[in-house]
Nanobody, 115 residues
Framework: QVQLVESGGGLVQPGGSLRLSCAAS????????MGWYRQAPGKERELVAT???????NYADSVKGRYTISRDNAKKTVYLQMNSLKPEDTAVYYC?????????WGQGTQVTVSS
């Protein structure tokens, strides 16, 4: 059974930083496109960032220049470094793994940006 386990969420003040991690129990982690999505209360889940098996990255306009996605294939882990956090970044952040034949989601980790 595939598991994606997120960690690193929490409460941070505006302007602060957090680093999310997602450890995957995928047998061949390296072939998956990994991504981070988020869902704020009353809103739909939205894409935050993705990173392909080849290392190409894509970001939502709202986080460009502030967030960085990276992956460590040896550790089967994807990271999301979040800087200059804003109150509107408050959401549950979900890890996603996908390839042609399958897609998996983590359980989510709460990020709250508040003073």
């Amino acid at each position: 059974q595939v598991q994606l386990v997120e960690s690193g969420g929490g409460l941070v003040q505006p302007g602060g930083s957090l680093r999310l991690s997602c450890a995957a129990s995928l047998s061949i982690f390296s072939i998956y496109t990994m991504g981070w999505y988020r869902q704020a209360p009353g809103k739909e889940r939205e894409l935050v960032a993705t990173i392909t098996s080849g290392g190409s990255t894509n970001y939502a306009d709202s986080v460009k220049g502030r967030y960085t996605i990276s992956r460590d294939n040896a550790k089967k882990t994807v990271y999301l470094q979040m800087n200059s956090l804003k109150p509107e970044d408050t959401a549950v952040y979900y890890c996603n793994a996908r390839q042609v034949l399958a897609q998996y989601w983590g359980q989510g980790t709460q990020v709250t940006v508040s003073s």
